[in-house]
């Protein structure tokens, strides 16, 4: 089992940059896909974001394609993304999650972190 701890979200004006960190602990995180999704109030969660084990592969929502970018660290047991020209639409609770799977479905990650906060002033 591998833990995961959201980190580095806040508020930012639109436009402005964020770099969320997700840290593990655990099982060897480097045996692990892992992803980012985020949540709205009042809406579901949505995939943001894809890493696979090694890192040679990634993938994106078109919502957030050319101004997010999810990079690792397997030395450091860290999973990064980073967010340029943020939106107000982008506001929400992101979590990333780990998972066996390099998917884009919430259920192929079995493990979540708590999630952090994303607010987007206009």
């Not at 450091?76 to 479905?105: H, Q, W």
Request: glycine residues 12%; charged residues 15%.
């Amino acid at each position: 089992q591998v833990q995961l701890v959201e980190s580095g979200g806040g508020l930012v004006q639109a436009g402005g940059s964020l770099r969320l960190s997700c840290a593990a602990s655990g099982r060897t995180f480097s045996n692990y896909a892992v992803g980012w999704f985020r949540q709205a109030p009042g809406k579901e969660r949505e995939f943001v974001a894809a890493i696979s084990v090694t890192g040679g592969r990634t993938n994106y929502a078109d919502s957030v394609k050319d101004r997010f970018t999810i990079s690792r660290d397997n030395a450091k047991n860290t999973v990064y993304l980073r967010m340029n020209s943020l939106k107000p639409e982008d506001t929400a609770v992101y979590y990333c999650a780990a998972g066996f799977v390099f998917g884009t479905i919430g259920f192929q990650y079995p493990y979540w972190g708590q999630g952090t906060q994303v607010t987007v002033s206009s």
